[in-house]
């Protein structure tokens, strides 16, 4: 049995040069076995090449891909009566598809034409949920005696959506520098870095309110507050479903 494609459980992401290599090499060997009409080696590099040339977000890209390949694996080794149905390519594509329309329903900052897509969703969802969630979060939490926790939370999301000079932020800074240096391997570690990093954020987030929720303080006087904080952890939660950045873990 092959060795699996993530590092760990707890840590999704993915070498993508050693997963692209991994994905190849399984074509291969079920092509072999099962025929190049469900694995088509050839398809999965015009599908790669498509998404570097559109600047998709490669481990986002890479993950649906393998989805769709455990997917179909199973399919085929449950005998012939089950081999029947969407293409490889047809069911990762609508995979990928998926994915980007989660993410187009929150606002883009297209602060650059080379960022790729998902970091400009990215960076629009998190400045929204900052300016228009965070601030009534704090002001529930902090009576409740996470005063310093709220101030380690501040400072991360004033560097990643608080202008610092211009419009953008330290984090779009420090990305658009790497984007301006015209060096791929080094603009898609910048994308997976600022992705990551918006992730440790968001879940840091869930927990503190999750903390402000269970904590032993509530009082039944503050039960309305408290609905309040379910429905900002509810919203938080779709976003951080929708980005997929459940599996990123905080500090």
Request: net charge neutral; hydrophobic share 35%; charged share 30%.
């Amino acid at each position: 049995m092959p060795p699996p494609f993530w590092k760990s459980k707890q840590e999704k992401n993915l070498d993508i040069d050693a997963a692209v290599r991994k994905l190849k090499s399984l074509y291969s060997e079920y092509a072999e076995k099962y025929g190049e009409k469900q694995f088509n080696l050839r398809g999965f590099e015009d599908r790669y090449r498509d998404a570097l040339l559109q600047k998709l977000n490669l481990t986002a890209f890479l993950h649906a891909e393998i989805t769709v390949f455990e997917e179909l694996k199973k399919r085929v080794e449950k005998g012939p009566e089950e081999n029947t149905g969407p293409t490889y390519s047809d069911i990762a594509d609508r995979i990928i598809e998926q994915n980007l329309e989660r993410i187009r329903q929150y606002r883009l900052v297209d602060f650059h034409p080379d960022a790729e897509e998902e970091t400009k969703h990215l960076l629009g969802a998190v400045t929204d949920f900052y300016y228009e969630v965070w601030g009534k979060t704090v002001a529930i939490l902090k009576p409740l005696g996470f005063a310093d926790a709220l101030d380690k939370l501040e400072n991360d999301f004033s560097y990643f959506v608080v202008p610092i000079r211009g419009s953008y932020s330290r984090a779009v800074d420090d990305y658009l520098f790497v984007l301006s240096k015209k060096n791929p391997k080094d603009s898609e570690k910048a994308s997976v870095n600022f992705i990551k990093y918006g992730g440790i954020l968001l879940n840091n987030c869930l927990r503190l309110i999750n903390d402000g929720i269970n904590s032993e303080r509530n009082r039944v006087s503050e039960k309305h507050a408290i609905q309040m904080l379910g429905s900002y952890r509810t919203r938080l939660q779709r976003l951080i479903e929708d980005f997929r950045l459940n599996d990123i873990r905080g500090y």
